[in-house]
C-alpha cells in the first residue's frame, strides 16, 4: 500500500504538468518544460559555464522560434529574442543617481579607487583582477550610497554578499551543503546587518539628519499624504539589497574585461592612455613634400588628463567628459562581453506576445544580449573596434542594450560610467602589465568570468 501511495505521489506531478501542457499548448508559446522543478535549468547552466549559452539559445531559437516555453529554477518560463522584447522607490533611486548628484561624488569615488590600489596593488606583482574589482565596486556602493564606510562591518558584509549572490542562479533544492543553501543563509545574515544599519540611519535621520545624506537615509525620508513614512523597514532592506547586486557584480565585470582587452590590444590601451591618432588627409593645392598626410591626436585623454592635475588635485566632472575614447572602449567591451547577458520577469496577468499568450505567474526570460554579434548589425561583430561607437545614433535601436531599455532601464547608468572611468583612468596612469593566462575562455556564473578571475602580472608606472 505504501509503495502505491510513494508512486501515486511522484507521478502526480508528472501527470498534472501532462494535463496542464495538453490543456494549453494551443494557447502558450511551444517548447518543452522538461522534468518539474529541475525543468532546463542544469542545460543552461552547464551552457553557460561552459560559455556556450549563446549556441544553447540559438538551437531553442532554431527549434521553437523566438519565442518558447522552458521551465527555468522551478518556475515555467517564456524565452523571448528579438528587439521587443514601488514607483516611488524608483524615484528615489533615480534622483539619488541623477548626474548632478553624482558629480558630487567623484572626489570620493577616487578616493575609494587610491585606497584600493594602496592596499591591494601597489606592493603586489601578480594579482587576480576580478576579485579585487568585485571588492573595490562593493566599497565604492557601500561607501557612496549606504554610508558605510572602511572597516570590519564591511568586510564582513562582502563576504556574506559573495556567497548570496553565488546563489541566485542555482537551483532551488534547499539542501544544506547546496549553492542554494548558503545564499539563503548568506542572506539572512545580511538582512540582520542591515536592519542594524538601518536603526542607526533612522537615529541619526531623527536627530536632523539631512534626508539626502545616503540612500537609506533617502529612503528613510520619503513621507506619504499623511506624512508617515511609506517604506517598511523590511521593503528598504529589500531596496539596499536589490541595489547592491545590481550594481557590484555589474561593474566589477566591466573593468575586469577592460583590463583584459587593454592587454590583449596595445594599440587601444596607447590610445586610452595618449589619445586615438588618426591619418587625415589634408586637401591642399600646393603639393607638399611630406605635409598631405597628417597624424592627428583626436582626443588626449589620461595621460593627459593626469598631466594637468597638481599633486593631490581630484579628478572632477569636466575631466570625466573628456574620457570619451575610453568611454567607447568601455562600450565595445559590454557589446562584446555584456556583463548582463539576460533577464527575468514575472507576468502579473495573462499577456499577448508574438501570437502566443503568457499565462499569468510564469516568468519570462529576455536574453538582451544576442543582438550584439549580429553581422547585421555590427559589421565584423568579432572585431574589437570601439570607432563603432562615435556615432550612436547611426545603430538601431533596441539593438545595443547593455543597461536594458524602457521605463526599467539600469538606474545606475550614470555610476557605472563614472567609476568605471575613475577606476581606468587610475590603472593606465599608474600601472602597466600583462597577463598571466592569454586563453580566450571565460565562463558565465552568470556573469561573466574570465580563466581564474584574470591573474595578471603588473609593473607601478608611477607613484599613486
Ligand atoms: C556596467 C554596469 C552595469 C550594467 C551593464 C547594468 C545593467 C543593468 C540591466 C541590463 C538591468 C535590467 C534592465 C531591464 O530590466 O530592462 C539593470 C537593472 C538595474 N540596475 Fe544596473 N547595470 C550596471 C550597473 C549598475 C549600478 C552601478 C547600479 C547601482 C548603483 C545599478 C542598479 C540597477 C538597479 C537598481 C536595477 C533594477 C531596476 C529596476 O528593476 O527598476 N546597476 N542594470
Known amino acids: 500500500m505504501n509503495i502505491i501511495v510513494t508512486i501515486f505521489l511522484v507521478l502526480l506531478p508528472v501527470f498534472l504538468l501532462l494535463v496542464r501542457r495538453r490543456g494549453s499548448s ?74 548632478d548628484r553624482l558629480k558630487l561624488y567623484v572626489g570620493k569615488m577616487e578616493q575609494e579607487v587610491r585606497n584600493h590600489l594602496e592596499t591591494y596593488w601597489k606592493d603586489n606583482r601578480i594579482i587576480k583582477v576580478l576579485p579585487l574589482m568585485k571588492t573595490l565596486t562593493f ?29 541566485f542562479w ?7 551543503f547546496t549553492r542554494f543553501n548558503r545564499s539563503l543563509e548568506a542572506s539572512k545574515d545580511i538582512q540582520k546587518m542591515l536592519k542594524q544599519l538601518i536603526s542607526e540611519k533612522l537615529h541619526e535621520f531623527n536627530n536632523s539628519a539631512s534626508s539626502h545624506q545616503d540612500l537609506i537615509t533617502c529612503l528613510l525620508g520619503i513621507l506619504g499624504e499623511n506624512n508617515q513614512e ?17 550594481g557590484y557584480d555589474t561593474s566589477s565585470v566591466l573593468i575586469t574585461f577592460i583590463v583584459r582587452v587593454l592587454a590583449k590590444n596595445p594599440n587601444v590601451h596607447e590610445a586610452v592612455l595618449k589619445g586615438k591618432t588618426s591619418l587625415n588627409f589634408i586637401p591642399t593645392r600646393v603639393a607638399l613634400p611630406f605635409g598631405f598626410l597628417n597624424k592627428i591626436v583626436e582626443n ?30 568601455a562600450m565595445e ?28 505567474g510564469w516568468q519570462i526570460f529576455r536574453i538582451m544580449a544576442k543582438t ?15 570607432s563603432r561607437f562615435e556615432n550612436t545614433t547611426s545603430l538601431p535601436p533596441y539593438n545595443f542594450v547593455p543597461f536594458g531599455r524602457g521605463s526599467r532601464i539600469c538606474p545606475g547608468y550614470e555610476f557605472a560610467k563614472i567609476e568605471t572611468l575613475v ?36 609593473v607601478p608606472r608611477k607613484p599613486l
Request: glycine letters at 8%; charged letters at 20%; a neutral charge.
Open 372 to 386: 550584439h554579434m549580429d553581422s547585421n548589425i555590427f559589421q565584423e561583430p568579432e572585431k574589437f573596434d570601439p
Open 300 to 329: 588626449a585623454e589620461q595621460e593627459e588628463i593626469a598631466h594637468s592635475k597638481s599633486f593631490g588635485e581630484s579628478l572632477t566632472w569636466e575631466d570625466l567628459g573628456k574620457m570619451k575614447y575610453t568611454w567607447r572602449v
Open 26 to 99: 494551443k494557447r502558450v508559446p511551444p517548447g518543452s518544460l522538461g522534468f518539474p522543478i529541475i525543468g532546463q535549468s542544469l542545460g543552461m547552466l552547464r551552457a553557460m559555464r561552459a560559455n556556450t549559452a549563446e549556441k544553447w539559445l540559438e538551437e531553442r531559437v532554431q527549434k521553437y522560434g523566438p519565442v518558447s516555453k522552458l521551465s527555468l529554477f522551478g518556475k515555467p518560463t517564456v524565452f523571448i529574442y528579438g528587439q521587443a522584447a514601488n514607483k516611488r522607490v524608483r524615484d528615489a533611486l533615480e534622483s539619488f543617481l541623477k548626474p
Open 139 to 167: 566599497n565604492i556602493i557601500c561607501s557612496l550610497l549606504f554610508g558605510l564606510e572602511d572597516g570590519a562591518q564591511r568586510d564582513q558584509m562582502v563576504h556574506y554578499f559573495q556567497a548570496m549572490i553565488e546563489g
Open 170 to 176: 542555482s537551483i532551488p533544492i534547499n539542501l544544506p
Open 423 to 458: 577606476t581606468i583612468h587610475y590603472l593606465v596612469t599608474h600601472f602597466t602589465w600583462k597577463l598571466c593566462c592569454t586563453d580566450d575562455f571565460f565562463s558565465r556564473d552568470p556573469m561573466p568570468v574570465p580563466t581564474q578571475g584574470l591573474p595578471i602580472e603588473i
Open 333 to 360: 567591451t559590454m557589446r562584446t562581453f555584456p556583463p548582463i547577458f539576460g533577464g527575468f520577469r514575472q507576468t502579473v496577468k495573462d499577456i499577448q506576445y508574438g501570437g502566443y499568450v503568457i499565462p499569468k
Open 230 to 246: 511609506v517604506l517598511s523597514e523590511n521593503e528598504i532592506i529589500h531596496n539596499v539589497m536589490l541595489i547592491m547586486a545590481a
